[in-house]
């Protein structure tokens, strides 16, 4: 089985709605990945879970209608502390010779530059922002608290 084929078939939508089905996905089947899987796997959560932070953080609960996200269970420091350590392990698994493309090309083509390139982390500067910035999470909890 293809681990990573269910993860990217979500991700592959570029929808709202998915992003945080994809996320609990790859971390659902992480554990069984090895080797380039590992790496799909690491770059979809770095990537689904950037989406979701980036669209709260610049929108609040304009778009949470979109997201099938129960805010009531929502924590957004795991969130980010889980891109957070994703993204370490991209680096870490692309620095030891790992290449996803073969196995995400057929899923994401062009629109998604591979996780880590100038264009990507261009894209990302909002998300490595906020996993960088220590009262984001706090104040964005603030934002979104019931009225």
């Not at 997201?67 to 370490?88: G, H, K, N, P, V």
């Not at 698994?93 to 083509?109: F, H, N, Q, T, W």
């Not at 998300?127 to 019931?146: I, Y």
């Amino acid at each position: 089985m293809n681990l990573v084929h269910e993860v990217y078939t979500l991700l592959a939508m570029r929808d709202l709605s998915v992003l945080f089905k994809t996320y609990e996905t790859a971390l659902s089947v992480l554990p069984k990945a090895q080797g380039a899987e590992r790496l799909a796997l690491h770059e979809a959560i770095v990537s689904a879970l950037d989406g979701i932070l980036t669209e709260l953080g610049e929108h609040g609960l304009g778009n949470i209608a979109l997201m099938d996200i129960d805010l009531a269970t929502l924590d957004l420091e795991e969130l980010r502390d889980s891109c957070a350590a994703s993204w370490r392990e991209v680096k870490k698994l692309r620095e030891d010779g790992m290449d996803s493309g073969p196995l995400i090309r057929p899923y994401v083509a062009d629109w998604m530059p591979p996780i880590g390139s100038r264009d990507w982390q261009s894209r990302m500067r909002l998300g490595v922002k906020h996993r960088s910035d220590p009262s984001w999470v706090p104040n964005l909890a603030e934002r979104l608290k019931p009225e």
